[in-house]
């Protein structure tokens, strides 16, 4: 029997959720172009922009460095989502108070669109969703409230200073997990900092050769519910109900 989903937690570990295109241009730099054809598509949401520090690296030294090809060079800010874009890249983020995916999907639908009838991009590589939670319920901060273990040798390191990465191939889709214990962030208009356990879930659908815009339009639900489903697996039973969750039904 499959685990059954929360539809949402009223106690929101949620600090940002994020969804990116990479791909190869039509035209370079699409950095140059791109911005200003969605400031035009979207009037009267992303008020204010911005370079980012690689727009000032010139384009050949940026395309024959794999570390920044895909790094935004602009920001678009609105009052609840920021858009960045690069060369090869665009995303699409929010952050905390989370609007929830059937909100969130249909912003992502509309500037895919937009991008789309642009007509700079060539070629789509891949397309992912990232989900950055802290769980901080636990004092003092540490793994109990995940599933997992961890030990060397005669070591158990639950209550230890953790950075751990791994990636987890599920069909066609790349689940690159990060948890790092202890975390602390802070929050825009938020005093103070949160303490907790970070988890950042970077769900990724590599394009093949010869797939379009349809694909990512087809599979984007599917690749947030593996992303939604490998959150939930990291949790233990008891942090998601002490995450106040609420099912459908």
């Known amino acids: 029997m499959k685990k059954r989903i929360p539809v949402r937690l009223k106690k929101e570990p949620l600090l940002e959720a994020i969804w990116e295109i990479r791909f190869s241009g039509t035209q370079s730099p699409v950095a140059d172009l791109l911005p200003g054809m969605l400031f035009k598509s979207f009037p009267d949401k992303y008020g204010k922009v911005s370079k980012l520090p690689v727009a000032d690296i010139p ?37 905390r ?41 636990e004092k003092p901060v540490g793994l109990a409230h995940l599933n997992l273990s961890l030990n060397i040798g005669e070591y158990e390191l639950a209550a230890k200073p953790v950075q751990l990465r791994t990636e987890i191939k599920e069909n066609d889709l790349i689940h690159i ?68 969750p609420e099912y459908e039904g």
């Open 59 to 95: 384009a050949p030294v940026v395309e024959h460095d794999p570390n920044l090809r895909y790094v935004p060079k602009i920001r678009l800010e609105g009052a609840d989502q920021t858009v960045q874009v690069g060369d090869r890249v665009v995303s699409l983020s929010c952050r």
């Open 97 to 137: 108070p989370y609007p929830g995916w059937a909100t969130f999907s249909a912003d992502i639908r509309k500037l895919a669109q937009a991008v789309q009838e642009t007509g700079l991009v060539d070629r789509l590589e891949r397309f992912s969703l990232k989900y950055i939670d802290l769980i901080d319920l």
């Open 177 to 244: 997990i990060q948890i790092i214990s202890p975390a602390e962030v802070g929050l825009p208009g938020m005093e103070g900092r949160l303490k907790g356990v970070l988890v950042d879930i970077d769900s990724i659908r590599p394009m093949a050769d010869g797939e379009s815009w349809d694909v990512l339009y087809q599979r984007l639900d599917e690749v947030h519910m593996s992303c939604k489903e490998m959150f939930f697996s990291i949790l233990r039973p008891e942090t998601v109900e002490a995450l106040e």
